[in-house]
């Protein structure tokens, strides 16, 4: 498996490695945006070694894309799920057919980052941020920012649009049409990846084991500490952390934990929260879903692919992707 941080420079070699590959395969395994069919037996249910159900993905996905070029951040709009993969492709997938509806292909470095929000699609070239029309597919303008690497989620919010710079030790919300800085928030820790919901903007610090809530006026709100590497934080009225070791809610004013477990996202996974449930992403488990009231594990959904990837949950469905499995995922919300 190729870590995230490490993909930037490897995307010449994987980019020959991928046509070697499509050459030697049959035409059947060539990707023409529909479901890729398992021919294996369907295996039944098991119980995890922690006794809760797990299901086998093939047995309850909705669909199942093969995306070829790294298909791993993950974003929402009005019209569909967007999906960018490492090679500069961002796809718009229409949630009542399963169509990929747009693709856009983004030229420019190899980076990290997706988001959609305020009438636009945002993705990333190198450091700077791209708009694109979510109708068209037309890149209609790149704002140099100085994004850092590892922010994953663009997110909007405020009238703004957020961007992690430097080395990730300051937050800039910037005007969605110039690019040029509104609030510039000094964070006290190195940020790599941000998300918003009802509770608020929050930050996630890997390096430094922190989570911020940020106030839109441009200071820290809220710092909680001492968590063992965090790598991904979700948001809506309630605020879930997955780190490397495990899960948990934690008070949005206060930033004191409120439940755990110790089912983590990794390095690189993610988390989703539905209604019923916060569902956990990582490479070793592709997906469990905790109690969101507990954090207790409750259920669990195993697939044939070993990178992580993103998740999020819209249209009814979870979403997910599998870098380097070249696989997006649609599955039930309350799955299995």
């Known amino acids: 498996m190729v870590a995230r941080d490490a993909r930037w420079w490897l995307a010449p070699v994987t980019a020959l490695a991928l046509a070697l590959a499509l050459a030697a395969c049959s035409v059947a395994d060539v990707d023409d945006g529909t479901d890729a069919e398992s021919t294996d037996p369907a295996p039944s249910t098991s119980s995890a070694p922690e006794g809760f159900p797990v299901v086998a993905a093939d047995d309850v996905q909705e669909q199942r894309w093969r995306l070829p070029g790294g298909p791993d951040w993950l974003a929402v709009d009005d019209e569909g799920v967007w999906v960018k993969r490492d090679d500069g492709t961002v796809d718009r997938i229409a949630p009542d057919t399963g169509e990929i509806a747009v693709t856009v292909k983004v030229l420019g470095e190899p980076c990290q980052g997706l988001g959609a929000g305020l009438g636009a699609v945002w993705a990333c070239a190198g450091t700077d941020v791209v708009r694109i029309d979510p109708q068209t597919g037309e890149v209609m303008a790149t704002l140099a920012v100085g994004k850092t690497y590892?922010?994953?989620?663009?997110?909007?919010?405020?009238?703004?649009?957020?961007?992690?710079?430097?080395?990730?030790?300051?937050?800039?919300?910037?005007?969605?049409?110039?690019?040029?800085?509104?609030?510039?928030?000094?964070?006290?820790?190195?940020?790599?990846?941000?998300?918003?919901?009802?509770?608020?903007?929050?930050?996630?610090?890997?390096?430094?084991?922190?989570?911020?809530?940020?106030?839109?006026?441009?200071?820290?709100?809220?710092?909680?500490?001492?968590?063992?590497?965090?790598?991904?934080?979700?948001?809506?009225?309630?605020?879930?952390?997955?780190?490397?070791?495990?899960?948990?809610?934690?008070?949005?004013?206060?930033?004191?934990?409120?439940?755990s477990t110790d089912i983590g996202a990794g390095l690189e996974g993610g988390l989703a929260i539905a209604p019923d449930g916060v569902w956990v992403r990582s490479a070793e488990r592709f997906l469990i879903r905790l109690d969101p009231d507990s954090a207790a594990p409750v259920a669990g959904v195993a697939a044939d692919v070993e990178s992580s990837g993103d998740i999020v949950v819209a249209f009814g469905s979870v979403w997910t992707t599998a870098f380097d499995d070249a696989a997006l995922f649609r599955l039930p919300i309350d799955a299995p």
């Open 150 to 259: 590892s922010q994953g989620h663009l997110v909007t919010a405020f009238d703004q649009l957020w961007i992690l710079t430097g080395d990730g030790s300051t937050l800039v919300g910037v005007d969605p049409r110039t690019g040029e800085p509104v609030t510039t928030v000094s964070l006290g820790a190195r940020g790599t990846d941000v998300a918003v919901g009802e509770a608020g903007l929050w930050v996630v610090s890997q390096v430094d084991g922190q989570v911020l809530r940020i106030d839109p006026a441009g200071t820290v709100a809220v710092r909680a500490t001492g968590l063992p590497r965090p790598t991904a934080v979700a948001v809506t009225d309630q605020v879930w952390v997955g780190s490397v070791g495990g899960t948990s809610r934690i008070d949005p004013d206060t930033g004191e934990i409120q439940a």
